[in-house]
């Protein structure tokens, strides 16, 4: 594994761009779009609502934003995007009009009171499915600002109120005792939000009118994380990856790695569009057991199941805990790694809320992984692929495009030297 790439714009990010452009004034020129399955389904959902989007490029759009409400009543398939659907649930609440917000068989499952709940607080009209998808919400001129601490650490129902604050009566502010990704917040502020951000809190006014002009999208930090993690593993490696998204929120794999043994290099720092970019290099070590808690997790929340491959390589037991969210992604993240990596010759426990993980002496064997239609765990098959000794073969490795077209070839990019 050796070579110097950039990984396509940050998934999270790109959502954002196209959600807060479609509510802006005016032309949201979005450049370095992360264009995905899960993207694309964002970009589809505010044609559904009337707004105009451009294809520039495959990289670049142009939004042509309705306003703060303007969005036209209508159905909305969400797909696989989880994210799309709790983010536009906290938009269309304080817009006019019925909305339908429906997903495919892996998002309709996925727990929905978490937005519907506080969401209700503030006078919204939001119908859940017996708690999940698919939602019909009323949209209300009439919102009330609030106080919350959301029941779990979640970046996205964190936004969904902060959106919907935007169209409401009064100050909204949102608790969170962990730290989520503050995407939402830094992008609200570059589009002319009040918006005030504080370690444990985030608070927004009713806005007036946002207009957000440009969006420069870095790499996605989750996208790279598996060409990382690759690196950290095949002996003799060396990557480096450009123009990538450090938020500090994002890059918790980066303290693991580093706390394992691997070498870890972050320079060429800079500022992009709001947000930290960097270029980050990664070097193997000898790997040894970690240790992560619930405080750490929403830094990594995505990364969890690579960080349970580099542990199954390393001296020592580890211990993630803290991490019951990854029951409810796109697949039960817990089993998926579990019977996942136990396949490839990994000694894997799951528990309640994570694992624990014990290195096995040499690589691992190798053998099949069922991606179980989730994203991650197609990338986790492919690192395991390149780390084991026989190889791994991913059925549905067809799921990498929700989140990383290209992933593959990107991927063999480094590894043929
Ligand atoms: C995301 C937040 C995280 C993450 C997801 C993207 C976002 O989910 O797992 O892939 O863009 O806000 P939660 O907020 O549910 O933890």
Redesign the pocket.
Known sequence: MVGHVVVPGD??IS??AVLIGALGEGETLVRGFGRSGDTQATVDAVRALGVEVEDAADDELVVRGAGLRGLRAGAVDCRNS??LM??LTGVVVGQDGEFTLSGDDSLTPRPMERVAVPLRRMGAEVETTEGHAPLLVRGSGALRGIDVEPE????????AILLAGLNANGTTTVVERVA??D??ERMLEAAGARVRARATSVTVEPAGALRLGEVVVPGDF?SAAPLLVAAALVPGSDVTIHDLGVNPRRTGLLDVLERMGARVSVFERRRAGGEPVASVQVQPGELVATEIGADEV?GL??ELPLVALLASHARGETRVTGAR?LRV?ETDRIEAVTDGLRALGARVRSLPDGWTITGVPARLRGGRIDARGDHRIAMLGAVAGLSSREGVAIEGADTAAISFPGFYELLESVTRR
């Open positions: 998934k999270s959502h954002r989880g994210t709790r983010l779990v650490a979640s970046a996205q129902v964190k936004s989520t990704r995407h939402t989750s929403p929340v995505d969210e992604k």
